[in-house]
Protein backbone atom coordinates (compact mmCIF):
# COMPACT_ATOMS: atom_id res chain seq x y z
CA UNK A 1 0.00 0.00 0.00
CA UNK A 2 1.72 3.46 -1.41
CA UNK A 3 1.10 5.97 1.37
CA UNK A 4 1.18 8.77 -1.28
CA UNK A 5 -0.74 7.01 -3.90
CA UNK A 6 -4.24 8.38 -2.65
CA UNK A 7 -4.73 11.43 -4.82
CA UNK A 8 -7.86 12.85 -6.30
CA UNK A 9 -8.38 15.46 -8.78
CA UNK A 10 -11.92 16.31 -10.35
CA UNK A 11 -13.98 19.08 -10.65
CA UNK A 12 -17.21 18.99 -12.77
CA UNK A 13 -17.36 20.97 -15.84
CA UNK A 14 -20.70 22.56 -15.08
CA UNK A 15 -19.59 24.66 -12.27
CA UNK A 16 -19.89 27.77 -13.95
CA UNK A 17 -23.14 27.33 -15.38
CA UNK A 18 -24.28 26.34 -11.73
CA UNK A 19 -22.83 29.76 -10.43
CA UNK A 20 -24.16 31.82 -12.84
CA UNK A 21 -28.43 30.34 -11.93
CA UNK A 22 -27.45 30.67 -8.63
CA UNK A 23 -26.02 34.34 -9.24
CA UNK A 24 -29.41 35.09 -11.23
CA UNK A 25 -31.85 33.62 -8.84
CA UNK A 26 -29.84 35.28 -5.53
CA UNK A 27 -32.10 38.23 -7.16
CA UNK A 28 -35.14 36.85 -5.88
CA UNK A 29 -34.27 35.91 -2.59
CA UNK A 30 -34.53 37.33 0.95
CA UNK A 31 -32.78 34.77 3.30
CA UNK A 32 -30.18 32.30 2.20
CA UNK A 33 -29.56 28.73 3.78
CA UNK A 34 -25.81 27.19 3.33
CA UNK A 35 -25.62 23.78 4.72
CA UNK A 36 -22.47 22.05 5.89
CA UNK A 37 -21.93 18.58 6.92
CA UNK A 38 -21.20 18.83 10.61
CA UNK A 39 -18.65 15.96 10.29
CA UNK A 40 -16.34 18.60 7.61
CA UNK A 41 -17.27 21.97 8.31
CA UNK A 42 -14.46 23.08 6.22
CA UNK A 43 -14.15 20.36 3.55
CA UNK A 44 -18.26 20.33 3.26
CA UNK A 45 -18.11 24.51 1.99
CA UNK A 46 -17.55 25.73 -1.06
CA UNK A 47 -15.70 29.51 -0.89
CA UNK A 48 -18.00 30.82 -3.81
CA UNK A 49 -20.90 30.59 -1.74
CA UNK A 50 -19.19 32.96 1.04
CA UNK A 51 -18.39 35.27 -2.14
CA UNK A 52 -22.63 35.33 -3.62
CA UNK A 53 -24.29 35.67 -0.49
CA UNK A 54 -21.86 37.79 1.44
CA UNK A 55 -24.83 40.82 0.98
CA UNK A 56 -27.82 38.27 1.84
CA UNK A 57 -28.90 37.56 5.06
CA UNK A 58 -27.90 33.60 5.86
CA UNK A 59 -28.78 30.97 8.53
CA UNK A 60 -25.81 28.27 8.20
CA UNK A 61 -27.03 25.26 8.98
CA UNK A 62 -24.35 22.04 10.14
CA UNK A 63 -26.78 19.43 9.39
CA UNK A 64 -26.01 15.56 9.70
CA UNK A 65 -25.09 17.00 13.62
CA UNK A 66 -26.35 12.80 14.43
CA UNK A 67 -23.10 11.38 12.98
CA UNK A 68 -20.59 14.22 14.18
CA UNK A 69 -19.12 14.93 17.78
CA UNK A 70 -21.39 16.46 20.38
CA UNK A 71 -18.20 18.38 22.13
CA UNK A 72 -17.06 19.47 18.20
CA UNK A 73 -20.21 21.00 16.90
CA UNK A 74 -20.26 23.43 19.96
CA UNK A 75 -17.02 24.42 18.85
CA UNK A 76 -18.46 24.72 15.45
CA UNK A 77 -21.26 26.70 16.07
CA UNK A 78 -19.14 29.21 18.56
CA UNK A 79 -16.69 29.50 15.93
CA UNK A 80 -19.60 29.69 12.66
CA UNK A 81 -21.82 31.98 14.49
CA UNK A 82 -18.99 35.14 13.76
CA UNK A 83 -20.27 35.37 10.22
CA UNK A 84 -23.80 34.03 10.76
CA UNK A 85 -26.80 32.63 12.75
CA UNK A 86 -25.77 28.89 13.35
CA UNK A 87 -28.24 25.59 13.93
CA UNK A 88 -27.30 21.99 14.54
CA UNK A 89 -29.27 19.91 12.34
CA UNK A 90 -30.31 16.01 11.60
CA UNK A 91 -32.49 15.85 8.72
CA UNK A 92 -32.42 12.33 8.95
CA UNK A 93 -34.19 12.36 12.44
CA UNK A 94 -35.37 15.76 11.94
CA UNK A 95 -33.06 17.22 14.78
CA UNK A 96 -33.08 21.39 14.80
CA UNK A 97 -35.21 21.64 12.06
CA UNK A 98 -37.94 23.32 13.48
CA UNK A 99 -35.68 26.24 14.70
CA UNK A 100 -35.53 27.22 11.17
CA UNK A 101 -38.50 28.80 10.40
CA UNK A 102 -38.08 30.62 13.36
CA UNK A 103 -34.51 31.91 12.68
CA UNK A 104 -35.82 32.84 9.65
CA UNK A 105 -38.33 34.86 11.12
CA UNK A 106 -36.24 36.22 13.04
CA UNK A 107 -33.85 37.38 10.79
CA UNK A 108 -36.32 39.69 8.81
CA UNK A 109 -38.84 40.83 11.26
CA UNK A 110 -37.21 44.39 10.54
CA UNK A 111 -37.52 44.02 6.86
CA UNK A 112 -41.48 42.88 7.48
CA UNK A 113 -41.99 45.43 9.54
CA UNK A 114 -41.04 48.08 7.58
CA UNK A 115 -43.10 46.56 4.31
CA UNK A 116 -46.36 46.36 6.58
CA UNK A 117 -45.88 50.31 7.16
CA UNK A 118 -46.24 50.51 3.55
CA UNK A 119 -48.99 48.14 3.44
CA UNK A 120 -47.49 44.66 2.29
CA UNK A 121 -48.43 43.13 5.10
CA UNK A 122 -48.66 39.47 3.49
CA UNK A 123 -44.81 40.01 2.21
CA UNK A 124 -43.46 36.02 1.11
CA UNK A 125 -40.33 35.66 2.73
CA UNK A 126 -38.06 33.58 -0.25
CA UNK A 127 -35.16 31.27 1.01
CA UNK A 128 -32.50 29.35 -1.17
CA UNK A 129 -30.42 26.43 -0.09
CA UNK A 130 -27.44 26.74 -1.08
CA UNK A 131 -24.20 23.38 -0.48
CA UNK A 132 -22.21 20.74 -1.59
CA UNK A 133 -24.15 17.49 -2.73
CA UNK A 134 -24.59 14.82 -0.26
CA UNK A 135 -25.00 17.39 2.91
CA UNK A 136 -28.65 16.49 3.31
CA UNK A 137 -30.05 19.58 0.97
CA UNK A 138 -33.24 17.52 -0.09
CA UNK A 139 -33.58 15.34 2.88
CA UNK A 140 -33.79 18.95 4.96
CA UNK A 141 -36.56 19.81 2.20
CA UNK A 142 -38.38 16.89 3.15
CA UNK A 143 -38.67 17.99 6.42
CA UNK A 144 -38.81 21.42 6.73
CA UNK A 145 -41.41 21.33 4.11
CA UNK A 146 -43.58 18.27 5.81
CA UNK A 147 -43.59 16.05 3.00
CA UNK A 148 -41.81 13.62 0.67
CA UNK A 149 -41.78 14.40 -3.02
CA UNK A 150 -38.01 15.46 -3.27
CA UNK A 151 -35.82 12.49 -5.17
CA UNK A 152 -33.82 11.52 -1.86
CA UNK A 153 -30.37 9.34 -2.26
CA UNK A 154 -27.60 9.22 -0.59
CA UNK A 155 -25.69 9.85 -3.73
CA UNK A 156 -24.31 12.88 -4.78
CA UNK A 157 -26.07 15.35 -7.12
CA UNK A 158 -29.87 13.33 -7.46
CA UNK A 159 -32.02 16.85 -7.56
CA UNK A 160 -32.74 17.72 -10.92
CA UNK A 161 -35.23 20.45 -11.14
CA UNK A 162 -36.08 23.70 -10.16
CA UNK A 163 -38.74 24.39 -8.18
CA UNK A 164 -40.79 26.49 -5.38
CA UNK A 165 -41.72 24.79 -2.10
CA UNK A 166 -43.99 26.34 0.41
CA UNK A 167 -42.78 26.04 4.04
CA UNK A 168 -44.94 28.20 6.02
CA UNK A 169 -47.48 30.73 6.13
CA UNK A 170 -45.25 33.49 4.21
CA UNK A 171 -41.99 31.12 3.17
CA UNK A 172 -41.20 30.09 0.22
CA UNK A 173 -37.94 28.08 -0.47
CA UNK A 174 -36.47 27.70 -3.96
CA UNK A 175 -35.11 24.15 -4.47
CA UNK A 176 -32.56 23.97 -7.01
CA UNK A 177 -30.10 25.11 -8.73
CA UNK A 178 -28.25 25.33 -4.81
CA UNK A 179 -25.46 22.49 -5.62
CA UNK A 180 -22.20 24.17 -5.82
CA UNK A 181 -19.29 21.27 -6.37
CA UNK A 182 -16.40 21.85 -4.23
CA UNK A 183 -13.07 22.84 -5.78
CA UNK A 184 -10.91 20.72 -3.98
CA UNK A 185 -7.93 23.65 -2.91
CA UNK A 186 -5.82 20.63 -1.28
CA UNK A 187 -6.23 16.56 -1.73
CA UNK A 188 -6.88 16.55 2.42
CA UNK A 189 -9.90 18.59 1.27
CA UNK A 190 -10.62 16.09 -1.25
CA UNK A 191 -10.16 12.78 1.28
CA UNK A 192 -12.42 14.36 3.41
CA UNK A 193 -15.05 14.88 0.35
CA UNK A 194 -14.34 10.85 -0.19
CA UNK A 195 -14.81 9.67 3.03
CA UNK A 196 -18.20 10.90 3.84
CA UNK A 197 -19.46 9.69 -0.09
CA UNK A 198 -19.61 13.26 -1.75
CA UNK A 199 -16.99 11.96 -4.01
CA UNK A 200 -18.94 8.85 -5.56
CA UNK A 201 -16.99 5.57 -4.91
CA UNK A 202 -16.97 4.38 -8.63
CA UNK A 203 -14.41 7.00 -9.34
CA UNK A 204 -12.21 7.24 -6.52
CA UNK A 205 -9.48 4.26 -5.53
CA UNK A 206 -11.93 3.26 -2.87
CA UNK A 207 -8.95 0.98 -1.18
CA UNK A 208 -6.87 3.90 -1.18
CA UNK A 209 -9.43 5.66 0.53
CA UNK A 210 -10.20 3.77 2.92
CA UNK A 211 -6.81 3.33 3.94
CA UNK A 212 -6.64 6.99 4.48
CA UNK A 213 -9.49 7.42 6.40
CA UNK A 214 -8.19 4.67 8.82
CA UNK A 215 -4.92 6.67 8.95
CA UNK A 216 -6.78 9.65 9.55
CA UNK A 217 -8.91 7.90 12.82
CA UNK A 218 -6.54 6.07 14.32
CA UNK A 219 -4.89 8.47 16.47
CA UNK A 220 -7.94 10.06 17.98
CA UNK A 221 -10.26 7.11 17.35
CA UNK A 222 -8.43 4.35 17.70
CA UNK A 223 -10.95 2.64 20.39
CA UNK A 224 -13.77 3.14 18.20
CA UNK A 225 -12.18 0.95 15.67
CA UNK A 226 -11.34 -1.95 18.40
CA UNK A 227 -14.31 -1.49 19.75
CA UNK A 228 -16.45 -1.75 16.17
CA UNK A 229 -14.12 -4.83 15.04
CA UNK A 230 -13.39 -6.69 18.02
CA UNK A 231 -9.94 -6.19 18.30
CA UNK A 232 -7.76 -6.49 21.57
CA UNK A 233 -5.22 -4.60 22.75
CA UNK A 234 -2.33 -7.20 22.05
CA UNK A 235 -3.70 -7.51 18.60
CA UNK A 236 -3.21 -3.70 18.49
CA UNK A 237 0.41 -4.24 19.81
CA UNK A 238 0.90 -6.45 16.89
CA UNK A 239 -0.02 -4.61 14.34
CA UNK A 240 2.05 -1.65 15.47
CA UNK A 241 4.95 -3.30 15.44
CA UNK A 242 4.47 -3.83 11.38
CA UNK A 243 6.10 -1.80 8.58
CA UNK A 244 2.72 -1.08 7.45
CA UNK A 245 0.62 -0.87 10.63
CA UNK A 246 -2.60 0.47 8.56
CA UNK A 247 -2.71 -2.04 5.45
CA UNK A 248 -2.18 -4.43 8.85
CA UNK A 249 -4.78 -3.16 10.30
CA UNK A 250 -7.23 -3.40 7.21
CA UNK A 251 -5.73 -6.98 6.85
CA UNK A 252 -7.05 -7.56 10.11
CA UNK A 253 -10.55 -5.97 10.36
CA UNK A 254 -11.00 -8.08 6.64
CA UNK A 255 -10.29 -11.52 8.77
CA UNK A 256 -12.26 -10.52 11.86
CA UNK A 257 -15.48 -9.39 9.03
CA UNK A 258 -15.23 -12.41 6.92
CA UNK A 259 -14.10 -10.51 3.41
CA UNK A 260 -12.65 -13.26 1.57
CA UNK A 261 -12.70 -14.15 -1.82
CA UNK A 262 -12.20 -17.81 -3.56
CA UNK A 263 -8.90 -19.34 -2.11
CA UNK A 264 -9.15 -18.51 1.33
CA UNK A 265 -7.31 -15.06 0.22
CA UNK A 266 -8.82 -11.36 1.68
CA UNK A 267 -10.99 -8.94 -0.73
CA UNK A 268 -8.79 -5.65 -0.23
CA UNK A 269 -11.87 -4.16 -2.03
CA UNK A 270 -14.72 -5.71 0.25
CA UNK A 271 -12.59 -4.58 3.24
CA UNK A 272 -12.25 -1.13 2.00
CA UNK A 273 -16.63 -0.87 1.38
CA UNK A 274 -17.01 -2.10 5.43
CA UNK A 275 -14.67 0.39 6.81
CA UNK A 276 -16.21 3.15 4.74
CA UNK A 277 -20.11 2.36 5.13
CA UNK A 278 -19.18 1.84 8.89
CA UNK A 279 -17.89 5.15 9.14
CA UNK A 280 -20.67 6.90 6.62
CA UNK A 281 -23.34 5.14 9.05
CA UNK A 282 -21.87 6.18 12.24
CA UNK A 283 -20.92 2.47 13.27
CA UNK A 284 -17.38 3.90 14.14
CA UNK A 285 -19.17 6.42 16.45
CA UNK A 286 -19.72 10.12 16.33
CA UNK A 287 -16.92 11.18 14.60
CA UNK A 288 -15.83 15.12 13.45
CA UNK A 289 -12.52 14.98 11.26
CA UNK A 290 -11.85 19.15 11.47
CA UNK A 291 -11.90 21.27 13.86
CA UNK A 292 -12.38 25.64 13.71
Known sequence: MNENKTNINWYPGHMAKTRR???EDLKLIDVVIELLDARIPISSRNPEIQKLTKNKKKIILLNKCDLSDPFSNQKWVEALSQEAPVILTDANSGKGIEKVSKKIEELMKEEMERQAARGRI???IRIMILGIPNVGKSSFINRIAKKTSMAVANKPGVTRQKQWIRIGNHQELLDTPGVLWPKFENQEIALHLAFTGTIKDDIIEKIEVAYALLKTLYPSYKINIQKRYN???????QIEKNINPMYALMQL???KRGALVQGGNLDDEKIASIILEDFRNCKLGKITLELP
Open 253 to 255: IGK
Open 231 to 237: ITDEEIR
Open 21 to 23: EIE
Open 122 to 124: HKT
